[in-house]
């Protein structure tokens, strides 16, 4: 179970929840919305401008408007639990403060635990069904936990995703797996771990995301396949998370001609109050992706997306391009007779059944004089870290002559670590001081450091006739926006490039596996290469490790692993 000093920052959020009935049209519609907030603290910290409002904007949205809840990106965790008690310091009705955490709260906010991604669990599943279930429920009960412990208290996730499309450029390595028995199994382990906990949790992306080759950031993704093969592969884990207890469905922005030929399945009446409400007898709350991707926002504009939303069946809409606008759009399909003021109490209602979930007066004594830096203790604790540890250690792959051997003491070769990203400016997982940097380092290895943005090097330099044995360390794998899950170019074209200049000395992949798989056929047995799942420090001193056995404590990078 839970303990008190989990709540710390849920004790400001503790407010009685009025009769929502009571409340005006604009105030139960505005409780259905969930906006976009940066993490930081400050105005001048704003790192999405374009989706993340200033204060002063906020605060009118919360306290005037009377939305809902606020889903937060960036900034360190201690940030977030100051950041989530002034937002519900602001709020007369308890927020919804969610987060997009599927690999731990550390994926999002800096200084709590960050997991491999979900798919080396389900890599793990592979031989050991047993084994990765329990991990999947304990990376469940430590989100959760460390959730709770800096004010959140909507976790969205798990993805219940079947990755059937190796060109999936926006689900890929966040999927459990490639096969709807892997996905629903993790999936509700996932859920299990969180149930001990008062948070919500929410499975996306309904009715499946998993085989598309188009980003839904960008544009709108079409699912071709019949009513027969999406009930048998896309539904399992969404059935199966609802069996579970799973609080919330996510929408997903795509056509699915089989069930709706207008619509996709986040603006569609078919799929949300047909499929999932009525077919599936899902009771909770039905939540759209976000309004702003392009697959929605580009089709159907700020205010009339959110309309058809609320029509199709969504009790939230989440990240409206602009909340001040949507509010009133909504109520005036609604005092036109569009949408029945019951289908706006239905979501309301199932809104504060969530609320009531989260709210635990009884805390609130117990809570009042303790210390405020007692949740930090609720963080990254030793026990968690040796989870992500054995989960990472688990799931990564080696092949080829390992480890390497050393140079010899006289050697006068150059040896180059070329570590290939796709945006370095992005790059959250690299630093001076982190093992795929540090570790070749004190082995004699010149860091060059490439991305997307880097001119390839002519063939007439001096690459081809100056030997240079290279560790090629490449960081890729599915992300939104990207708009493609393959390798970058510039990656692909290092790699031959090695290859056909025999100077490829070791590989390393951190991300996705079917970059793994692309190059395997191609790579000499001598060559030795590793794959991790996970791109953080951690992996990267338990990668190395193979490579260079005792590298980690030789330098004095062992806080990693």
């Not at 798919?119 to 304990?138: F, L, P, S, T």
């Not at 959730?147 to 909507?154: F, K, M, V």
């Not at 963080?379 to 250690?393: E, G, R, Y």
């Not at 004699?444 to 030997?467: A, C, H, I, K």
Request: with cysteine; aromatic share 8%.
């Amino acid at each position: 179970m839970y303990s008190v000093g989990v709540f710390l920052f849920l004790s400001e959020m503790i407010k009685p929840l009025p009769d929502f009935r009571a409340l005006s049209l604009e105030a139960q519609v505005a409780q259905m919305v969930v906006v976009r907030a940066s993490g930081y603290l400050f105005d001048h910290q704003i790192q999405y401008p374009a989706w993340e409002p200033p204060a002063a904007i906020l605060q009118r949205w919360v306290q005037d408007l009377g939305i809902g809840g606020v889903i937060l990106l960036g900034g360190s965790a201690a940030e977030l639990a100051v950041r989530s008690q002034q937002l519900q310091n602001w709020a007369t009705i308890p927020l919804f403060i969610a987060a997009d955490i599927e690999e731990g709260v550390g994926q999002r906010f800096t200084g709590a635990t960050w997991f491999p991604p979900p798919m080396a669990i389900g890599a793990i599943a592979r031989n050991d069904a047993h084994k990765a279930q329990r991990y999947a429920q304990e990376m469940g009960a430590i989100t959760a936990k460390e959730a709770l412990a800096i004010g959140i208290n909507w976790i969205l996730a798990p993805v219940a995703d079947v990755n059937n499309n190796p060109q999936n450029p926006v689900i890929n390595v966040r999927a459990f797996g490639e096969t709807p028995e892997t996905v629903s199994q993790l999936a509700c382990s996932f859920i299990q771990g969180t149930q001990d906990y008062p948070i919500l949790t929410a499975a996306k992306h309904f009715p499946g995301h998993g085989d598309t080759a188009t980003d839904s950031h960008l544009d709108l993704p079409v699912l071709p396949h019949s009513s027969a093969r999406l009930n048998q592969v896309e539904l399992p884990p969404f059935k199966a998370a609802i069996a579970a207890g799973v609080d919330a469905v996510m929408t997903a922005h795509l056509l699915i001609p089989a069930w709706d030929e207008q619509y996709p399945a986040t603006l569609s009446k078919q799929v949300l109050t047909q499929l999932l409400r009525t077919n599936l007898e899902f009771e909770g709350l039905i939540i759209t992706d976000a309004l702003v991707m392009g697959a929605i926002a580009n089709r159907y504009g700020a205010d009339e997306a959110p309309v058809l939303a609320v029509e199709a069946g969504a009790d939230i809409l989440l990240m409206p391009s602009n909340p001040e606008t949507a509010i009133p759009a909504v109520c005036n399909a609604v005092t036109s007779g569009r949408i029945s003021h019951e289908r706006i109490l239905s979501a309301v209602e199932r809104i504060w059944r969530a609320k009531h979930r989260i709210v635990e007066p009884g805390l609130v004594n117990n809570l009042s004089q303790q210390n405020p830096p007692t949740f930090l203790h609720q963080l990254s604790q030793p026990a968690t870290l040796k989870t992500v540890t054995n989960i990472l250690q688990d799931s990564q792959r080696i092949g080829g002559s390992l480890p390497l051997p050393p140079e010899p003491p006289n050697s006068n070769r150059s040896l180059r670590n070329l570590i290939v990203v796709d945006d370095s400016l992005t790059c959250k997982v690299l630093g001076r001081q982190v093992p795929a940097v540090a570790i070749p380092q004190q082995r004699g290895y010149e860091l060059q450091l490439v991305d997307r943005n880097t001119p390839f090097p002519s063939e007439n330099l001096s690459y081809t006739t100056t030997m240079q044995p290279t560790l090629l360390q490449l960081f890729i794998r599915g992300n939104p926006f990207r708009g493609t899950a393959g390798l970058t170019a510039v990656a692909g074209e290092w790699f031959k490039r090695l290859l056909r200049t025999q100077e490829l000395q070791a590989l390393v992949i951190y991300g996705s596996p079917y970059v793994l798989e692309q190059f395997l056929p191609e790579l000499s047995p001598a060559i030795p290469y590793v794959f991790s799942y996970g791109q953080t420090p951690t992996a990267q001193a338990i990668a190395l490790e193979a490579l260079f056995p005792q590298a980690a404590l030789a330098q004095n990078v062992t806080e990693f692993i």
